[in-house]
């Protein structure tokens, strides 16, 4: 069974990060590098097309082996349906190690803005909690965890998202049946964010301010480029900016002008949901193809790179820029790009589930919110509404 562990390596685009490697490969023969022998260690399992990779409790590379080949036997025998013993009692594990698992194999599956909000999180709790061992923590942590987010001023969407993650790591740390006997009382507040989607003179701004700009600043003279391409890749599609930081020529489906999202060597998806198709203008993909031409580019390289031709983490910020050149006030953010993508297509007459394949949702929650808003947009159901009370208008006149 191959084990891998994470190493420092080079994308074909000359980012350097650090990723998974093969520590050691069954029959392999010769010394083994020094790299290879650094905790911790992983297996990797593929169901569905997925990818999933496991961390190893096993410190050294031997151990390690050993403990792989003991998960497969075990596998293999629960798939003949033989029942399988082991002695471990994973509720008496420490629950700062426990953490600490959990986190790394949120960093293995999980994009790093999703490691590091769960970071921050389990963080807050273990500040939080003085239990020892993770079968000891029970409903009243819960509550103190609550109640210690509101002393440290968490509030709102904050609070609810710190509590619902460390809710998350528990299912996963003692099984999905173990609630923490949390009741529906117990929970914050979850507030919703209202749909906030460019005005049609907002966008207008900010493509007329774009022309003028290259990463945000204004053109130096001679300078070809400008920012409209990011600015139409985020209105068009709908994607993260991390997804968009990723998207390479190769990406895009020229004859039906799809640009696909796919999790990449140094980039995983935020959810199986994210791996999607979505359709594009073909205004738009013809011009990310007069692009690749004029600069000589090949299907692997970055359509939005960053000035020394890697992955630009900051796409929102040149956005940001352009926003500001354009005296656009209020949020800048990925947020409002992709509701108003999602906005614009509903407007359309797109249905929900298709628009939730297209922005990576996996509930209609979300986007009933906007549909909703949209209904009230028009005037005849307004007057629908508001129609059953006009005849006491003129009461006690």
Same mark, same amino acid.
């Given at each position: ?29 010769? #010394? ?15 169901? +569905? @097309? ?15 082996? #050993? ?7 075990? %596998? ?44 921050? +999180?389990? =963080?807050?709790? &273990? ?10 923590? @029970? ?40 609630? &923490?006997? &949390? ?39 001679? =300078? ?5 391409? &990011? ?8 994607? %993260? ?23 990449? =060597? ?15 203008? =073909? ?112 009461? @006690?006149?």
């Amino acid at each position: 069974m191959t084990i891998y562990n994470r190493q420092k390596l080079t994308s074909k685009s000359g980012k350097e990060y650090v990723g998974y490697a093969i520590a050691f490969t069954p029959g392999q023969r010769g #010394a083994i590098p020094a790299a290879c022998e650094v905790p911790p260690f992983y297996v990797r399992e593929q169901r +569905s @097309g997925d990818t999933t990779w496991t961390r190893l409790q096993a410190r050294t590379l031997p151990d390690a082996k #050993a403990e792989a080949l003991q998960a497969q036997a075990v %596998r293999e025998a629960v798939s003949k349906g033989i029942d399988v013993v082991t002695n471990a009692d994973e509720n008496k594990e420490r629950l700062t190690a426990k953490v600490a698992a959990y986190l790394a194999e949120v960093e293995a599956n999980k994009s790093q803005a999703t490691w590091r909000v769960y970071r921050r +999180s389990t =963080e807050l709790f &273990l500040e939080s909690c003085k239990k020892l061992s993770v079968g000891d923590v @029970g409903h009243t942590d819960m509550l103190h965890f609550k109640t210690y987010l509101k002393r440290q001023e968490f509030s709102g969407r904050s609070l609810y998202n710190h509590f619902v993650n460390i809710a998350i790591f528990f299912v996963w740390a003692r099984g999905e049946e173990d609630t &923490l006997g &949390l009741k529906e009382s117990d929970w914050p507040e979850k507030p919703e964010r209202d749909p906030e989607a460019y005005t049609e003179e907002e966008i207008k701004l900010l493509l007329e301010t774009a022309a003028t700009t290259w990463r945000g600043i204004e053109r130096k003279k001679g =300078e070809k480029k400008d920012d409209r391409l &990011l600015l139409w890749a985020f209105l068009n599609s709908g994607m %993260r900016d991390g997804e968009l930081s990723h998207l390479t020529y190769g990406d895009i489906d020229t004859k039906h002008s799809l640009w696909k999202v796919r999790a990449k =060597e140094d980039h995983s998806l935020k959810t199986k949901g994210s791996k999607r198709d979505i359709p594009v203008g =073909e205004w738009l993909t013809t011009k990310v193809l007069a692009l690749k031409k004029s600069e000589g580019k090949q299907d692997t390289d970055l359509i939005f790179p960053s000035k020394s031709g890697g992955v630009d983490t900051h796409l929102i910020r040149i956005t940001q820029r352009i926003a500001k050149l354009a005296k656009v006030t209020g949020r800048v953010d990925n947020h409002k790009f992709r509701a108003t993508a999602i906005t614009m297509w509903l407007r359309s007459g797109n249905t929900i589930f298709d628009v939730m394949a297209w922005v990576g949702h996996e509930s209609t929650a979300t986007l009933k919110r906007y549909a909703a808003k949209l209904e009230l947009e028009k005037k005849e159901n307004r007057l629908k509404a508001t129609s059953a009370f006009d005849h006491v208008a003129t009461m @006690g006149d």
